[in-house]
């Protein structure tokens, strides 16, 4: 076996060279992975509205310290539960470098029922992806259309108006948790799986600080602004 031929070797040049030729003309690139992202996270925020609008307000829901104080000890539980988000759309564009790329060059050394398993369990991870990412979106726009119903109720403002209040941290905090899966959208359509490990490190990287950010805006500037909104 040449050294070479291993997978992680492979996967390793591919993304070298793949980070080399996104510095040459970054701004293509992460463009792409931004609008993409954008587009998912307006899709969500859509559907946030919706289930909003059509739900039952939760007259007994506690918001707990999110409305009701400001501390720096909630900013660390919020960035934990986007590093839990954010690790999850990484792990899938692994997975989708892995099924995409990893599987097939691996196939092409098997022959027989090694060489069958390995060409089924590419398409088989990726639609595992797919279908875990989507269940996922589904879940987060009808766990927050629910308490975005309550929140509107508790404040006396349509569900609108709360969302336009929650955009300055949800919008970009959106935004950043789905650059990668954006990254992985974008790989699979243009079949260069390739380039995902690359991708992954890079929006990752882009991500942290917007995740930061939004953590503080959203404990120490968003509570004032559905008050405002409800006058």
């Known amino acids: 076996m040449q050294t070479s031929d291993l997978v992680l070797v492979r996967g390793l040049a591919d993304t070298r060279a793949t980070l080399a030729a996104w510095q040459e003309r970054p701004g293509p690139v992460v463009g792409r992975w931004l609008a993409g992202a954008l587009a998912i996270s307006l899709l969500l925020l ?5 289930v909003a609008v059509v739900s039952v307000p939760d007259v007994t829901h506690s918001f707990g310290v999110t409305f009701s104080q400001q501390e720096l000890g909630h900013v660390g539980r919020i960035l934990m539960a986007n590093s839990l988000v954010l690790a999850l759309h990484a792990f899938a564009c ?22 069958w398993i390995h060409d089924k369990a590419g398409p088989l991870a990726i639609a ?18 629910q308490l ?9 403002i349509s569900c609108g108006l709360l969302l336009v209040g929650l955009l300055p941290h949800a919008l970009p905090e959106l935004v950043a948790l789905f650059l990668p899966l954006a990254a992985w959208m974008i790989a699979s359509r243009q079949k260069q799986w390739h380039e995902l490990l690359a991708a992954t490190l890079i929006t990752v990287v882009l991500a942290v600080p917007v995740l ?18 409800a006058g």
Do not use: K, N
């Open 46 to 50: 859509s559907a946030v509205w919706l």
């Open 94 to 115: 692994v997975a989708g470098f892995i099924a995409g790329s990893a599987l097939p060059q691996e196939a092409a050394r098997y022959s027989g029922a090694w060489r």
């Open 148 to 156: 975005a119903s309550s929140l509107a109720w508790r404040l006396d």
């Open 128 to 145: 595992f992806v797919i279908g875990a990412t989507g269940f996922s979106l589904v879940t987060q726009a009808y766990v927050l259309g």
């Open 212 to 229: 930061v950010a939004a953590a503080f805006v959203e404990v120490y500037v968003t509570p004032g602004l559905p008050r405002s909104l």
